[in-house]
């Protein structure tokens, strides 16, 4: 969730540090500081607010050439200046910055005031602080792991101290951390993005090490000082594609990315001749796959709703029963563990913490979990057991969109190859892949009617609370849809199935509650066109996204949304993507921070 960062080199510290910490805010972006070191003292800034405030409070040209850095998104204490990070011992010499959340700090805190230590900040992180500054007898590597075997929590953790110059210490368990290897100098960073402006070298930290690294050398040990050999890894990304180019917000880019996101999760992944999909990553001999007898994706968010479009098809075109279900439930209900049952984990950032403690259960009592995720390198990547990339390409809007249609498409060639394995005939396979392969050029006729869209948002924005109703496999697309409007506008809204606001959730129709109904062009149809007539007969507003042509739904509704015509079962495709444009235009109306909304972060490290 909070964003850090350190730099060991020859450039000035401060200036390293405020452009990683912009391309980490992310991350979180309640507030910000950075702590750099010169001779032998530390200069520390914080403030409130976004990283553009705490550049103004840094002065031009502060000297210091090693130096931590912090955007935080707030779990203990609230958001003021005291409390961002990095925080300092009582003899400001030590400096550190945390990511996770420390559960046992009340204790370690109380026995820390007991001894003389004077905190500053409501935080759970200042007790990391103070520990090393107990520890410390001149080695500051073995201060920190000594303080992190107290620490029960999840922490990814940068610390220094003014009299080691350009030394820092990195310790994580939970929380993402990697290395950046440049020409005589340094990075390490809760991600790769703080970083690749600088280099494409990077090594991945695991849980309990730490790392000790100073401009030119890094060296990493576990808690029991033996050293860990670490492989060197390359960013694929580039760097332009972070930038937000001539869009003017990083949602918007992102949404008109999918037409290019989409074909990228199937590049290399289709074989024509045979109709199927080849996905080398699930690491699982077509015997294997034929032995699987269920699926359960796990994911939180917008990726578990791509799951549960997903669970839909898997069960209708491969015959697989499937489920899918909030990682978050998962890991604390004691999952039975069969033989027989494949997991997958949906995951755009690869370290959603609820995901990976989901995922590390289910291995633990010996399920194999498959990880389709975004970024490359990323906790859940590297622990699962085998899994595909989505490509998609840097998501840095904290509203996912992209994500969710290329998670699909990926999983959506999964239950091509099952289904091909089992009842799907040649014919019917070649027909799927046409029918993918034609999704995003559907998408791209979507953004002709963007104005349209635009004024549809004009007209409703003002509403306080939304309704978005589907059925089938648009049941998600609806839970996703009303997603995007709170997250980026705020406007609360409810996704419900169409077939199930009768009992009870019609009971907020008014005329000032619209109801936005997907309305799909197969076997569900006639029915969702009834239950639009019953909001209706309340009064309610009813917004229709239907299929071009579609006369009843557009003689029924007050306002319509248009997709092309498709098969049904790529129907979720096109409806979503209406949806994430409508949630943009209404935010863009209120005048909402439509790229890092209120009190959400991208990453969402802590459980
Ligand atoms: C999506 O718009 C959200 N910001 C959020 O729900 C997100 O999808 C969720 O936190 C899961 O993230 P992940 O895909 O990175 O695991």
Redesign the pocket.
């Given at each position: 969730m909070c964003g850090i960062i350190g730099y060991c080199g020859p450039r000035a510290a401060s200036d390293v540090l405020l452009d990683g910490l912009k391309r980490l805010e992310y991350r979180g972006y309640d507030s910000a500081g950075i702590s750099v070191g010169h001779n032998s003292s530390l200069k520390v800034f914080k403030k409130e607010g976004k990283i553009r405030v705490l550049r103004d409070a840094v002065p031009e040209g502060v000297d210091g050439q090693w130096g931590i850095g912090h955007t935080r998104w707030a779990t203990h204490g609230g958001v003021n200046d005291i409390n961002a990070h990095p925080h300092l011992d009582c003899t400001g010499k030590i400096a550190i910055c945390h990511n996770g959340i420390i559960e046992n700090y009340i204790a370690l805190k109380e026995k820390l005031i007991d001894e003389g230590h004077a905190f500053k900040s409501d935080t759970d992180s200042e007790v990391i602080a103070h520990l090393v500054e107990t520890f410390y007898e001149g080695d500051l590597e073995a201060a920190v792991k000594s303080t992190v075997s107290l620490l029960k929590g999840t922490y990814g953790i940068l610390v220094m101290h003014s009299d080691h110059q350009d030394l820092i210490i990195g310790a994580r368990n939970g929380s993402p951390m990697v290395l950046g290897l440049g020409d005589g100098e340094m990075f390490i960073a809760s991600d790769v993005s703080a970083m690749i402006a600088h280099t494409k070298q990077v090594v991945y930290f695991e849980d309990g090490e730490v790392v000790r690294l100073d401009r030119h050398a890094y060296s990493v040990t576990d808690m029991r000082n033996r050293p860990v050999d670490k492989k060197v890894d390359s960013i694929s990304w580039e760097l332009e594609e972070m930038e937000k180019g001539d869009y003017p917000f990083y949602m918007l880019k992102e949404i008109h990315e999918q037409v290019v996101s989409i074909p990228r999760a199937m590049s290399g992944r289709i074989d024509e001749d045979q109709a199927t999909a080849v996905l080398g990553g699930l690491n699982m001999s077509e015997m294997e796959l034929l032995g699987v007898k269920r699926v359960m994706i796990i994911?939180?968010?917008?990726?578990?709703?791509a799951g549960r479009v997903v669970a839909y098809l898997l069960e209708s075109l491969a015959r697989i029963p499937a489920v899918t279900e909030l990682?978050s439930e998962v890991r604390y209900r004691n999952p039975i563990v069969e033989e027989g049952t494949l997991y997958f984990a949906?995951?755009?950032?690869?370290?959603?913490l609820?995901?990976l403690m989901a995922i590390r259960e289910l291995q633990r009592k010996g399920g194999r979990v498959l990880g389709i995720?975004?970024?490359v390198g990323s906790t859940?990547a590297r622990e699962s057991n085998g899994g595909v990339y989505i490509h998609s390409g840097p998501?840095i809007?904290?509203?996912?969109?992209k994500?969710?249609t290329s998670?699909m498409t990926a999983l959506y060639l999964f239950v091509l190859k099952m289904a091909r394995m089992r009842h799907m005939a040649w014919p019917e396979g070649k027909k799927f892949i046409e029918g993918l392969q034609s999704v995003p050029e559907k998408i791209s006729r979507i953004f002709e009617q963007e104005d349209h869209i635009k004024t549809l948002a004009k007209k409703y924005h003002e509403a306080e609370s939304f309704l978005f109703l589907g059925r089938g496999l648009n049941y998600p697309v609806a839970l996703?849809g009303a997603?995007?409007l709170k997250?980026?506008a705020y406007i609360h809204a409810e996704g419900y199935s169409a077939a199930e606001i009768k009992h009870g959730p019609i009971a907020l129709i008014n005329e000032e509650t619209p109801s936005l109904f997907i309305v799909p062009d197969d076997h569900l149809r006639d029915k969702v066109l009834s239950n639009m007539k019953e909001i209706k007969a309340r009064k309610g507003p009813v917004i229709a996204l239907c299929v071009e042509g579609d006369k009843d739904a557009t003689d029924i509704a007050d306002d319509v949304m248009y997709v092309p015509k498709s098969e049904e079962i790529f129907h979720p495709f096109l409806s979503v993507v209406p949806l994430q444009l409508f949630a943009y235009h209404c935010a863009l109306e209120l005048g909402r921070d439509v790229d890092q909304p209120r009190n959400?972060?991208?990453?969402?490290t802590v459980e």
């Open positions: 994911a939180a968010g917008t990726s578990y709703y990682a949906l995951s755009q950032s690869g370290e959603t609820d995901t995720c975004n970024v859940i998501e809007a904290v509203a996912s969109t994500a969710f998670q996703e997603l995007k997250e980026v959400l972060a991208k990453s969402v």
